[in-house]
């Protein structure tokens, strides 16, 4: 029967691949982070970085709290300590960083 055969041949490839992890007796890899930033809320989201042009020490990591009616906007220094907020935004979405971004003539 052609559909024994193909159930065979499926459980035998997941043995096949399992079994090389368990042979080679391989750890997937962890990433542990070294900082993280202060607690803003319930719902945080949309990270973006800005990378200061001379000291890169004092670039911005900006991000959302995105809570339906009491959402925000956060500014953290690298330390992970928020140094702004605008709060009262009603779910944020979506933070983009724009180098070299002109208005009024000036950048």
């Not at 750890?27 to 000291?55: C, K, M, R, Y």
Request: glycine content about 8%; hydrophobic content about 35%.
């Amino acid at each position: 029967n052609i559909m024994s055969y193909y159930i065979t041949l499926f459980f035998i490839c997941i043995y096949i691949c399992l079994g090389q992890d368990l042979i080679n007796n391989r750890v997937l890899p962890f990433i542990e982070a070294s900082i993280a930033t202060e607690s803003v809320g319930t719902d945080p989201d949309d990270p973006a970085i800005w990378i200061h042009p001379n000291q890169p020490e004092l670039s911005l990591i900006i991000g959302t709290d995105k809570k339906t009616g009491t959402g925000g906007l956060y500014v953290f220094n690298l330390d992970g300590k928020i140094i702004q907020h605008i709060d009262n935004i009603d779910r944020p979405n979506n933070v983009d960083v724009e180098y070299g971004f002109k208005i009024n003539e000036t950048y």
